[in-house]
């Protein structure tokens, strides 16, 4: 059969060298290539959707490997699985998205998502807000999350019915 090829005129070495050079060039292509791979870095990421408020359980919870990039650390790293497990989404995370580190609060003793959060900000804590007809206050909108529990307790405050002007002394 190499005679045969021979005999047509084609030169088996520069064949050869060809195909050599063509697999030489083709295994340094794919070795450069795999040079200039980003790092990459192990992230959490949630195996269903999970909605605002939802308890993280393990089973809500998977290692995906990510390129590292500018954004690689906001994300939960894959090692801090079970500082994760008992906390609050404070925001929906679909199926497969890794996870921010906004996305989650820390789980709350009374287990609402204002404790939570305040909970991670030990500098604040929850008051009662005084609210009348002419005057109400109330905090920066920023102080509640979506999902929140805000309980409201209504009062009439009736002025006193004893009045020293009505009833002269005797």
């Known amino acids: 059969m190499l005679r045969r090829i021979a005999s047509t005129g084609v030169n088996l070495v520069v064949l050869g060298v060809s195909v050599g050079i063509f697999l030489i060039a083709f295994i340094a ?13 192990s992230v959490l990421s949630a195996t269903r959707d999970l909605n605002i408020g939802d308890v993280i359980t393990p089973n809500d919870l998977a290692v995906k490997t990510v ?10 790293p894959g090692e801090e699985v079970t500082a994760v497990v008992g906390g609050v989404a404070a925001q929906p995370i679909f199926n497969g998205q890794p996870i921010f580190r906004s996305a989650i609060l820390a789980q709350a003793t009374e287990g609402t998502r204002l404790s939570a959060a305040l909970a991670k900000y030990p500098g604040y804590s929850l008051f ?7 005057n109400l206050f109330s905090p920066h909108a920023e102080a509640f999350l979506p999902g929140d529990l805000v309980g409201v307790d209504g009062g009439d405050h009736q002025p006193s019915t ?9």
């Open 67 to 76: 390129f590292q990039d500018d954004n690689a650390s906001l994300y939960i």
């Open 29 to 41: 292509l794919n070795a450069l290539g795999a040079a200039q791979k980003p790092p990459t870095i």
């Open 162 to 170: 004893t009045d020293d002007h009505a009833h002269p002394h005797a």
């Open 128 to 134: 009662p807000l005084p609210l009348d007809a002419m």
